[in-house]
C-alpha cells in the first residue's frame, strides 16, 4: 500500500471568514497565501495549510483549469491541532494572553506531551500540542 506523508490541509467554514482570517493572521503573524470571497489559506507551517471557507460558498462543485473541485461544507465547531516544540509551549500561551484569548484547557499527556486548548471566534477548538501527545509525535 502507498505511504501518507502527513494531512496537507485543515479546512474551516465561517459565515465571516475576514473575521476569522484577522485572528489567525494575528496569531500566527502571517499574512495569507491565497484571498478570494470563497476561500482564505494561511502557512501553517512545515507545509500545512490551513483553509478557512466561506461557510456555504461550496456547495457546489467548483470548475478551475485545471479541474473540477468536489463539493463540501462543515458546520458546527471543528476542532485541530497546531504543532509546536515544547520549549515553545511558554511563548505561546504568554500570545494566546496578549491577544486576549483565554485558555479553555490544558493537559498533560502520558507520553510527556502538553495540549493548550483554546477557542477562535468561530467556536472552533484550537490545540497547541507539543511531542509526547501520540506515539506518532
Do not use: C, N
Amino acid at each position: 500500500m502507498p505511504g501518507i506523508r502527513r494531512i496537507l490541509e485543515t479546512s474551516l467554514y465561517s459565515d465571516d471568514p475576514d473575521r476569522l482570517a484577522a485572528f489567525y493572521g494575528a496569531l500566527l503573524e502571517r499574512s495569507p497565501m491565497v484571498s478570494t470571497p470563497r476561500l482564505i489559506a494561511f502557512d501553517a507551517g512545515e507545509g500545512t495549510v490551513l483553509l478557512i471557507f466561506k461557510r456555504g460558498a461550496t456547495l457546489v462543485p467548483f470548475p478551475t483549469q485545471g479541474g473540477v473541485l468536489p463539493s463540501h461544507d462543515g458546520h458546527g465547531p471543528a476542532h485541530f491541532a497546531f504543532a509546536i516544540d515544547r520549549d515553545a509551549a511558554p511563548a505561546w500561551i504568554a500570545r494566546l494572553a496578549a491577544l486576549d484569548v483565554p485558555i479553555e484547557g490544558r493537559v498533560r499527556w502520558a507520553r510527556g506531551g502538553e495540549s493548550v486548548y483554546f477557542r477562535d471566534p468561530d467556536g472552533h477548538s484550537v490545540e497547541l500540542a507539543t511531542p509526547g501527545l501520540w506515539p506518532v509525535y
